[in-house]
């Protein structure tokens, strides 16, 4: 039995995947063939690399990059930096990947990568050089017309920067299309730092409309600190939510009439963790996944809401920043209850959004606004909500449901258009 068939109650990120693309399957009643095509990775590659520390020692490294489905265009995904990394999470990554570009009706498939480490403990000297080998490493697989690359968990535009760089000396010419998520001055694009904060901003003022309620005061918790999360919050906050808790991975802060967005900004981008936030008070993630508010974002990392806690899950709507925060079971109980839940495959989708505006830009060498970028991020998050709040609403399924079934039968008609080869 391989570590994706296991059946204990809390399944891992792959097991969650294949789980949620099964149900829509179903509902699709897809043909056996196709669903057995789209239900697996393409390629997978593994690689085992040394780096050079700053002690004179060498350490080695295991990293991933994987292909789910190339259909549609390139492949298209993250990179992340975690201790936790493995070869299930990639896979499931890469396969909401192909989901989520499909959701938004982009050219691309979906890929991921990862490498097994905490980026926290290495120096800037050795995080360059485990970039720069990891790069080299999967050049077998990346370019701006194979797979683009951009940051996720642990990774950020500096070592978009460094992976642009490793594969343009390697080739003798600049390739800024080879990643996504770029400083601007290197060819990244104005608004992709926010994008998917922005996006989930998007889909969120989208939804409480849909219910007829108004965002104006709604109290929103954020679990997660990094790029998504503290962009939720400033966003969120603009946008007239208050905003009563955030927390990283060492815990959060709560104010009860609301935090100083502002100060929370400040006090991350100095290095200051949740938990010793001034003027609030401490709280664990659990309490936080539980707290009464109106709006929940998980933007941390994988298998937070799960059978153990979402009974306990207050809040009316749940909109996820991070992928896969969702387990099964939890979804189910959510369903039951009539909390909404927009989604990661439909809610972070704003990063992959302004990234492929990157691509478009790199590739076309002529570069956009911000306020251009910005709205035609908000038009594609609106039309895409709407596609699949309608399928939702004329199936009677779940957003989730709905996200997959229309992603899901884009894939598998480009699939059957394409035909099997030779
Ligand atoms: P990041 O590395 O910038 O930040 C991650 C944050 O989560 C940190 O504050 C970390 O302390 C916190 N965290 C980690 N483990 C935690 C835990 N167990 N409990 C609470 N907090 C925890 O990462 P990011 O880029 O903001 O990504 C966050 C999530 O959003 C991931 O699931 C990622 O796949 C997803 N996502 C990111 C992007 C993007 O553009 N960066 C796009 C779509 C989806």
Redesign the pocket.
């Known amino acids: 039995m391989n570590s994706a068939e296991t059946t204990s109650p809390e399944p891992n990120a792959y097991e969650t995947a294949l789980r949620q693309f099964d149900e829509a399957a179903e509902i699709l009643d897809l043909d056996a063939d196709v669903r057995e095509i789209l239900r697996r990775p393409k390629r997978e590659l593994v690689v085992n690399f040394p780096v050079e520390m700053d002690d004179g020692g060498t350490r080695m490294f295991r990293g991933y990059r994987v292909h789910h489905n190339i259909t549609r265009g390139p492949a298209k995904g993250?990179i992340?930096y975690?201790p936790m990394a493995d070869l299930d999470e990639v896979r499931a990554?890469a396969m909401w990947m192909t989901w989520?570009c499909a959701v938004m009706n982009l050219p691309y498939g979906g890929a991921k990568g990862g490498v097994e480490v905490d980026p926290h403990r290495l120096s800037l000297a050795e995080l360059e050089n485990l970039t720069r080998r990891y790069a080299s490493e999967i050049s077998v697989l990346i370019g701006p017309e194979f797979d683009i690359p951009?940051?996720?968990?642990?990774?950020?535009a500096q070592v978009m920067a460094w992976i642009m760089d490793t594969i343009s000396m390697h080739a003798g010419h600049s390739i800024p299309a080879v990643v996504t998520?770029k400083p601007v001055a290197v060819g990244g694009s104005e608004g992709?730092a926010s994008?998917?904060s922005r996006g989930m901003l998007e889909v969120t003022l989208g939804m409480l409309k849909r219910q007829g309620r108004d965002p104006q005061g709604l109290r929103v918790a954020v679990?997660?600190?990094?790029?998504?999360?503290?962009?939720a919050v400033r966003l969120f906050d603009e946008a007239g939510f208050t905003i009563v808790a955030v927390?990283?991975?060492?815990g959060?802060a709560i104010r009860e009439t609301g935090l100083d967005a502002a100060a929370v900004a400040r006090h991350?981008a100095g290095g200051g963790l949740?938990k010793d936030l001034p003027d609030a008070d401490r709280i664990s993630?659990r309490e936080l996944l539980e707290l009464p508010v109106d709006i929940l974002a998980p933007?941390?990392?994988?298998g937070?809401l799960t059978s153990a806690n979402a009974s306990q899950v207050k809040a009316a709507m749940i909109v996820e920043?991070?992928?896969?925060?969702t387990t099964p079971a939890a979804d189910a109980e959510f369903a039951d209850r009539g909390i909404t839940v927009i989604p990661?495959i439909l809610a972070?989708?704003?990063?992959?959004t302004v990234?492929y505006f990157e691509w478009v830009q790199d590739l076309q060498q002529f570069f956009w606004t911000e306020d251009e970028i910005n709205a035609r991020l908000g038009r594609q998050m609106r039309d895409a909500l709407a596609s699949v709040a309608a399928t939702a609403e004329e199936s009677g399924v779940t957003l989730r449901q709905a996200a997959h079934m229309l992603a899901i039968s884009r894939v598998a008609e480009a699939t059957r258009l394409r035909g099997i080869y030779p």
């Open positions: 993250g992340r975690h990554l989520k951009a940051p996720d968990m642990g990774t950020n998520g992709r994008a998917t679990q997660g600190a990094g790029n998504v999360g503290m962009g927390s990283d991975s060492e959060g991350g949740m993630n933007a941390a990392i994988e937070q920043g991070a992928n896969g925060p990661d972070n989708a704003g990063g992959v990234s």
